[in-house]
């Protein structure tokens, strides 16, 4: 058997690595969008709008509206803008989309191995959704996340009630949370 204060220190350590584990899952996202960002001129659009926006408010007086301010920016820098952070909205949505997905593949590759090299192995942790299947790991992934979702609600609402909503709330439906989380 196992002492209290070593169990402590191995639940921490294993923290230590889903934090690990998590970061690198959210950070390949974050580097693909901001060199897709950087290619694709988003980010030069956005200095130019910037540019012309302060232009504006640095020729105003102070009777002005916000869209008068926003009338004087050229309107091909202003759609061309929108047309460029829609883009890139969009692809950061589906980047983060898929890497959730294998982060939460990522996490039973870290509990069965208990390595986080093999954990950041995103080929070994495609085909391990693959095995299962995709379709059905996404249909569990959206039938966890509404079940979170109806959780938070209820428990947010049951925290309305005074002193006992408060309790039930933060140790019923809070636990619950984390367990379905992780």
């Known amino acids: 058997l196992k002492t209290l204060p070593a169990m402590i220190l191995e639940d921490f350590v294993d923290g230590i690595k889903i934090t690990i584990v998590r970061v690198f899952y959210n950070i390949v996202p974050a580097v693909i969008v901001i060199v897709v960002g950087f290619i694709t001129g988003t980010f030069e659009k956005l200095f130019i709008f910037l540019g012309y926006l302060d232009d504006a408010i640095n020729l105003t007086t102070n009777a002005v509206t916000i869209s008068s301010i926003f009338n004087s920016i050229p309107s091909d820098v202003t759609s061309s803008l929108i047309s460029s952070l829609f883009v890139l909205c969009a692809l950061a949505a589906l980047l983060y989309i898929l890497f959730n997905l294998l ?72 636990t619950f949370i984390v367990i379905f989380t992780y």
């Open 103 to 174: 982060t939460y593949a990522a996490y039973g590759v870290l509990a069965q191995t208990g390595s986080i090299r093999e954990a950041i192995k995103i080929r070994d942790v495609h085909s391990r959704i693959s095995s299962i299947g995709w379709m059905k790991y996404f249909g569990f992934w959206i039938f966890s996340s509404l079940t979170l979702i109806v959780l938070g609600v209820v428990g947010e609402l049951l925290s309305k009630i005074p002193v006992v909503g408060v309790i039930i709330g933060a140790t019923v439906f809070e």
